[in-house]
């Protein structure tokens, strides 16, 4: 079982294990050591977000890495799929983003990209685990090879463009007027002025970041303020990012959420139409809510389902060639512009449709109607509530009670100790008992 690495990197409460900064230096050298492969210069790219950790990780993982002979290029804040992006601009060998991207500002983590800006496969991450427990002494660089640092100060220009130009060059965002929420986060700088530059009238929230503020009753997974902006100053859309704006949420203009399976729908149908899916359907997880695939049947397109997390959705992509993909929760993969998710890159997607088909963000954005779906968390301290038999015999007889008109997923938090119920189907008080049923059978036995 890995020690460090869960669903998306390395991630927990900062100063505390596993997000230290011995560990973090540690995991600069290991990646070092992994990902030098030759006699020529290397390099990597770090990113942060806003985080007041970040001050602390930075150079912990800087020290790892030029021990081991890495040259490091220092980004500064960058949302996460800027560090992808750059991994690959730069030539260089492996990319550092330091986030715990949603998550409130106590906690920080490590993702890693590879030279081709994709994330790290299980493999390679083993392998990374394994370095960390040795000791690795007898790997470092003689003094004459060690690494230098430098900053790079072009990172914002470089990103700016990099989003502009997945807008058809025909397409001006002129005439709308555009709520922009970043989280407080990494893409305070350049989310607003990426859709300034492309002609949008931007009312921005959430761009004062203080190193404790990030995701702070702000962004994707907090959208009261948005809401409230959006009808405040009578705006045509809202987007809200995370914290490392990886993900997007929109507000239509009557002040509804729109969640990313919508999204993905919008850009599914749109790509359709004009010839642009490379594959006959999309790429999603477990999650993603029923109506969305009966939607896309509906389209003769297909909705492929993974495990949750966006690393498992870009994995099949690839195998499989499929160039949408995503999460309920707003992460959206478009592998002709990116290799990760890219929360200002979709939100650019959707305003390019809602500026082609010249009707409202509450129109174009409402696609399906949505199955009842409800998620609930249950926080346990120890053991394995799932493996007891009165978990079990709840879970079976949910699944006996939804049928082939619903859907019932389980698991474990690869971030947190937590156990994810979530049912859905078509008869909403069936689904709101299933999942409260089981629910509380896993709080009986978690004590």
Not at 427 to 444: A, N, Q
Request: glycine share 10%; aromatic share 6%.
């Amino acid at each position: 079982m890995a020690k460090y690495f869960g669903t998306d990197g390395i991630r927990g409460c900062a100063n505390r294990f596993p997000m230290t900064p011995e560990i973090a230096m540690k995991v600069g050298m290991a990646t070092g050591k992994i990902f030098r492969r030759g006699d020529f210069r290397h390099r990597v790219v770090i990113g942060k977000d806003t985080r007041l950790s970040g001050y602390m990780l930075e150079p912990a993982l800087t020290a790892g890495l030029t021990a081991m002979g890495m040259d490091v290029f220092l980004l500064g804040p960058v949302p996460t799929p800027g560090v992808a992006m750059l991994t690959r601009s730069l030539r260089a060998d492996l990319g550092v983003m330091i986030s715990a991207s949603h998550n409130p500002y106590e906690d920080n983590g490590i993702k890693l990209f590879g030279p081709d800006g994709y994330k790290l496969s299980d493999e390679i991450e083993a392998e990374i685990e394994e370095l960390i427990e040795t000791d690795m002494v007898n790997s470092l660089v003689a003094p004459d090879g060690l690494g230098r640092t430098k900053r790079i100060d072009s990172v914002y220009d470089r990103y700016i463009e990099f989003a502009k130009r997945t807008m058809p060059k025909h397409l001006s965002l002129e005439g709308l007027r555009v709520v922009i929420d970043c989280a407080n986060g990494a893409a305070y700088r350049v989310a607003p002025d990426a859709l300034w530059e492309l002609g949008a009238e931007v009312v921005k929230i959430g761009v004062d970041p203080n190193g404790f503020n990030i995701n702070d009753n702000c962004g994707s997974t907090s959208v009261g303020a948005l809401v409230s902006k959006v009808r405040e100053v009578r705006a045509d859309i809202g987007i809200a990012l995370d914290g490392d704006a990886d993900r997007v949420i929109i507000v239509d203009e009557t002040g509804s959420v729109v969640d990313g399976d919508q999204l993905m729908a919008v850009v599914a149908e749109s790509w359709f139409r004009e010839g642009l899916l490379t594959a006959p359907g999309i790429v999603a997880t477990v999650m993603s809510n029923l109506g969305l695939e009966r939607y896309l049947n509906s389209l003769k397109l297909s909705l492929v389902r993974t495990k949750v997390g966006d690393r498992h959705v870009v994995e099949h992509m690839r195998k499989h060639h499929y160039n949408v993909g995503g999460e309920q929760s707003g992460h959206i993969v478009l592998s002709d512009y990116c290799t990760t998710g890219d929360g200002l890159i979709a939100a650019l997607q959707i305003l390019a449709v809602v500026v082609k088909m010249g009707k409202p963000v509450s129109e174009v954005c409402n696609r399906f109607e949505p199955v009842p779906q409800l998620l609930m968390n249950v926080r346990y301290s120890d053991g394995a509530p799932l493996e007891a038999d009165a978990v079990k015999k709840a879970i079976t007889a949910g699944e006996a009670a939804l049928g082939d008109n619903g859907r019932l997923v389980i698991r474990k938090s690869g971030t947190e100790p937590l156990i994810r119920v979530m049912a859905e189907g078509d008869d909403s008080d069936l689904v709101d008992k299933v999942v409260g049923d089981i629910c509380d059978e896993v709080r009986k036995v978690s004590g």
